[in-house]
């Protein structure tokens, strides 16, 4: 690796401006001129992105400008000694030290380590009082080398910092994934204020930036250098754009409270259910670490204070899967992988069903025969023939629809996600279209997640040479890993769920005539709650709507409409029952999380959408699928049996008008509900009792909106 700074980089007392803007396209300049750089003023569009979103000035007259730009060929450092300095946004005043730290957007871990260096370097006084006394551009590259460990052999070593308490051990240039940071142990005795039952507090904290390069380290270096001048015991988790390691789970256990100095989302959050946190941005935990400490201890004081949302069984369900270095058995790794990608699908499921319920409503029944023509030809200025209130039930449904479209490529994306963290998720949602290609359904999608997730973990743990280590993540893994994960789906997994779906398709066909047509409505009511919207169900869904498009309306009570109305009413029940069972009948066998699904699967129950029930299904099929089975069955075989018909293909109870007899679809959807609401809460309770031993342990969490 070449190296990061040269003295063509450096800029010391010249003029570069009168504002940061100046100053960050000269110093752009700098790097292009030195061939390190195609384009200054790709470099500087990138950079001032990144100032826009929060500006980069530091208390101590520091500012670190950054950015990844396509326009870098080589990472590299260009300083500038500003006089006088410029204002960059801290709250102390200009800054007269100015690094430009310029990474390639495919930056190998090397260099994000070297940078990440110079970051934890700058919390120290005797490293930035050298650059202020630095006589000469080759006296500062020195000194920067020194400090991000660039220096050769021959050259004397940086002197230590002089409050051995406050410095942070680098990251090894080496190293993919930054160690977590612990507080060292020559701190002061605590305060009163920081202790928590006579002891020191316990405090974890997670630091994260946009780039994972600066900030990230900056912030979790003041952190720790925070939490051993105050005495307690404090460890953070720096997630960087290399990655990182997460913190043992039981130090996560043992805390007291937990810190997120985030502009990003943290991973896998899961491991800190129900721990009182405290969030604000990463630059807040550089400017008033002491101040996020004090939070933190207050919110462990306060059973009211705001919690990681879900609860202490979701964490410890958490397993090694990739980079986040949990433990657990192969059993709770997989459910936390199936839980993630089902609380990813859930927005889908919830805005997409309730939408096409609405369409429903506002344009009745057959809203869905023309929906997608309705609004493309016509406007609120140009109103179809059924007027205001079918283009308005065509806008929603369509956009429903498009929602609930993405359902199994979000569930296999973030399965992947789970798994493989930001490289699954391209293989991931790639393998859940390919499911829905093939009418493999969302159990395509859970499989073909799980491959693709197991691949491209797999490849991330490989060892390619440094030239190839950039383009792992975001060409090598997505390429290989749908190449893969899809081709195994369509290869091998598509054509014997097809030849399964045809030969239900041609066994229903020939029973719908006959006698047996109550066994007709059992069997539909089976399928359709077997797999919750996936090829089972939509086989089912398939020949009552292919029947309804051919019967004659003239005899509201012929058979394709006794079937569209035992697929419509068995379809209801999973997602009612889920929600009965989790939010009346027995709240405490389910996780707050689920009682929060069950809230709304009341709705999607309502408007027929048996995907409500996934997320109940996906974390705990062996006891929801066949619970809704078995109602279902119960609820096809009544409507059949009291000769319900419906004209209408969807909607539910939002189309109950065309509907006949509406009490006979009532009784029959009711008591398939009841049964398998029953049915589920007996199972969680006499199967399984350790789940429902730790689920009664657990202290409700609220689950924030």
């Known amino acids: 690796m070449s190296d990061t700074i040269v003295p063509?980089?450096?800029?010391?007392?010249?003029?570069?401006?009168?504002?940061?803007?100046?100053?960050?396209?000269?110093?752009?300049?700098?790097?292009?001129?030195?061939?390190?750089?195609?384009?200054?003023?790709?470099?500087?569009a990138d950079a001032w992105a990144r100032e826009e979103k929060d500006e980069t000035g530091l208390p101590g007259g520091i500012a670190i400008p950054h950015a990844k730009s396509a326009a870098v060929t080589e990472a590299s450092l260009a300083f500038a000694r500003l006089s006088p300095g410029v204002d960059f946004g801290a709250g102390d005043g200009p800054a007269d030290l100015v690094f430009l730290i310029a990474a390639p957007a495919n930056a190998a871990e090397e260099h994000l380590a070297v940078l990440s260096k110079l970051a934890r370097s700058l919390m120290q006084d005797e490293f930035t009082s050298s650059l202020r006394a630095a006589a000469s551009a080759d006296e500062v590259v020195q000194i920067v080398r020194a400090a991000i460990g660039e220096a050769p052999e021959t050259d004397e070593p940086a002197p230590a910092p002089a409050d051995e308490a406050a410095a942070v051990p680098a990251a090894s240039a080496s190293a993919a994934a930054p160690a977590p940071v612990p507080a060292t142990s020559s701190a002061p005795a605590t305060e009163p204020s920081l202790e928590i039952d006579g002891r020191p507090a316990r405090i974890v904290a997670v630091t994260a930036c946009a780039t994972g390069i600066a900030h990230t380290f900056m912030a979790a270096d003041a952190l720790t250098a925070a939490g051993a001048?105050?005495?307690?015991?404090?460890?953070?988790?720096?997630?960087?754009?290399?990655?990182?390691?997460?913190?043992?789970?039981?130090?996560?256990?043992?805390?007291?409270?937990?810190?997120?100095?985030?502009?990003?989302?943290?991973?896998?959050?899961?491991?800190?259910?129900?721990?009182?946190?405290?969030?604000?941005?990463?630059?807040?935990?550089?400017?008033?670490?002491?101040?996020?400490?004090?939070?933190?201890?207050?919110?462990?004081r306060n059973p009211q204070a705001t919690r990681v949302s879900g609860t202490a069984a979701t964490a410890a369900a958490g397993g090694d899967s990739g980079n986040n270095g949990q433990r657990g058995g192969w059993g709770t790794k997989i459910q936390r992988i199936l839980l993630t990608g089902v609380?990813?699908?859930?927005?889908?499921?919830?805005?997409?069903?309730?939408?096409?319920?609405?369409?429903?409503?506002?344009?009745?029944?057959?809203?869905?025969?023309?929906?997608?023509?309705v609004i493309i030809e016509n406007s609120l200025w140009e109103l179809p023939e059924g007027g205001i209130g079918q283009y308005l039930g065509s806008v929603a449904f369509m956009i429903g629809s498009t929602s609930m479209g993405f359902l199994v490529s979000a569930l296999a994306g973030y399965i992947a996600f789970a798994i493989a963290d930001r490289p699954g998720i391209a293989p991931g949602f790639v393998a859940?279209?390919?499911?829905?290609?093939?009418?493999?359904?969302?159990?395509?999608?859970?499989?073909?997640?799980?491959?693709?997730?197991?691949?491209?973990?797999?490849?991330?743990?490989?060892?390619?040479?440094?030239?190839?280590r950039g383009l792992m993540p975001v060409v090598i893994i997505p390429l290989i890993g749908s190449i893969v994960a899809s081709g195994l789906m369509i290869l091998f997994l598509g054509r014997p769920i097809a030849a399964l779906m045809e030969a239900l398709n041609d066994g229903l066909t020939s029973l719908a005539g006959t006698s047996g047509i109550v066994l007709v409505g059992i069997i539909l009511?089976?399928?359709?709650?077997?797999?919750?919207?996936?090829?089972?169900?939509?086989?089912?869904?398939?020949?009552?709507?292919?029947?309804?498009?051919?019967?004659?309306?003239?005899?509201?009570?012929?058979?394709?409409?006794?079937?569209?109305?035992?697929?419509?009413?068995?379809?209801?029940?999973?997602?009612?029952?889920?929600?009965?069972?989790?939010?009346?009948?027995?709240?405490?066998?389910?996780?707050?999380?689920?009682?929060?699904?069950?809230?709304?699967?009341?709705?999607?129950?309502?408007?027929?959408?048996?995907?409500?029930?996934?997320?109940?299904?996906?974390?705990?099929?062996?006891?929801?699928?066949?619970?809704?089975?078995?109602?279902?069955?119960?609820?096809?075989?009544?409507?059949?049996?009291?000769?319900?018909?419906?004209?209408?293909?969807?909607?539910?109870?939002?189309?109950?008008?065309?509907?006949?007899?509406?009490?006979?679809?009532?009784?029959?959807?009711?008591?398939?509900?009841?049964?398998?609401?029953?049915?589920?809460?007996?199972?969680?309770?006499?199967?399984?009792?350790?789940?429902?031993?730790?689920?009664?342990?657990?202290?409700?969490?609220?689950?924030?909106?």
């Open 343 to 373: 609380s990813y699908m859930i927005p889908f499921v919830a805005g997409g069903g309730l939408l096409i319920a609405l369409g429903f409503l506002l344009g009745g029944y057959n809203v869905t025969e023309n929906a997608g023509t």
């Open 432 to 468: 859940g279209a390919v499911a829905v290609l093939m009418n493999a359904g969302f159990i395509g999608g859970i499989i073909g997640g799980l491959l693709a997730g197991f691949i491209a973990w797999w490849l991330g743990r490989l060892n390619p040479p440094r030239w190839l």
């Open 8 to 44: 063509t980089l450096v800029s010391l007392d010249e003029d570069l401006g009168a504002d940061k803007a100046a100053v960050i396209r000269a110093l752009a300049a700098r790097v292009v001129a030195a061939g390190r750089a195609t384009d200054a003023d790709g470099l500087f």
């Open 229 to 300: 001048e105050e005495g307690i015991d404090l460890v953070v988790e720096p997630q960087g754009s290399s990655g990182y390691q997460a913190l043992p789970q039981d130090k996560i256990d043992q805390a007291d409270a937990v810190i997120f100095a985030v502009d990003v989302d943290v991973r896998e959050p899961q491991r800190f259910a129900g721990k009182p946190v405290v969030r604000s941005g990463v630059k807040r935990g550089i400017e008033a670490p002491k101040a996020l400490i004090a939070d933190a201890v207050a919110a462990a």
């Open 525 to 705: 009511g089976l399928m359709m709650c077997f797999d919750l919207g996936g090829p089972v169900n939509k086989v089912a869904y398939a020949f009552a709507t292919a029947g309804l498009a051919s019967a004659s309306t003239s005899d509201i009570h012929a058979v394709p409409f006794l079937i569209m109305g035992a697929v419509m009413a068995s379809g209801m029940v999973p997602p009612l029952a889920m929600a009965l069972a989790s939010t009346v009948l027995a709240k405490n066998v389910f996780t707050p999380v689920e009682r929060e699904n069950g809230k709304a699967a009341w709705l999607l129950g309502a408007a027929f959408i048996s995907e409500g029930a996934i997320p109940f299904a996906a974390a705990d099929p062996l006891r929801v699928i066949p619970a809704s089975m078995l109602g279902g069955a119960v609820t096809g075989g009544l409507s059949m049996a009291l000769g319900v018909s419906s004209l209408a293909p969807h909607g539910g109870l939002f189309v109950l008008f065309a509907i006949d007899p509406w009490w006979g679809f009532l009784l029959a959807v009711i008591a398939g509900t009841i049964v398998s609401a029953l049915a589920v809460v007996a199972l969680k309770k006499w199967v399984g009792g350790k789940e429902l031993a730790r689920a009664e342990a657990t202290p409700a969490v609220a689950v924030p909106a």
